[in-house]
């Protein structure tokens, strides 16, 4: 059973950044796709940049230019650099991880969930 720990939320002000992590624990897919996810109350869990076992990495339109996600395998840590956030970037971020490396935008396609960690943005 994988487990995924998020870390690196937190309050900054608009034009700042914040990195997050998400830490991976227990059994580790030898394929896999990893996204990250946000969400606002009252909304769908929106995904925000995905990369997957070999390395190809997407962004949603409202990140591109602004967030980089990246991974580091020997340390089966998923992080997403976040720059020139803006108060609509405020959210809970989910990681998530499914095995095989075809990636999904749906939210319920991912098998494996984080707690959460939250970023505000204020102006």
């Known amino acids: 059973q994988v487990q995924l720990v998020e870390g690196g939320g937190g309050s900054v002000q608009a034009g700042g950044s914040l990195r997050l992590s998400c830490a991976a624990s227990?059994?580790?897919?030898?394929?896999?796709?990893m996204a990250w996810f946000r969400q606002i109350p009252g909304k769908e869990r929106e995904r925000v940049a995905r990369?997957?076992?070999?390395?190809?990495?997407f962004y949603a339109d409202f990140v591109k230019g602004r967030f980089t996600i990246s991974q580091d395998k020997a340390r089966n840590t998923l992080y997403l650099q976040m720059n020139s956030l803006k108060p609509e970037d405020s959210a809970m971020y989910f990681c998530?991880?499914?095995?095989?490396?075809?990636?999904?935008?749906?939210?319920?396609?991912?098998?494996?969930w984080g707690q959460g960690t939250q970023v505000t943005v204020s102006s």
């Open positions: 998530a991880a499914r095995s095989g490396d075809f990636c999904y935008a749906a939210a319920n396609m991912y098998t494996t």
């Open positions: 990369i997957n076992s070999a390395g190809t990495i």
């Open positions: 227990g059994y580790t897919y030898s394929t896999y796709c």
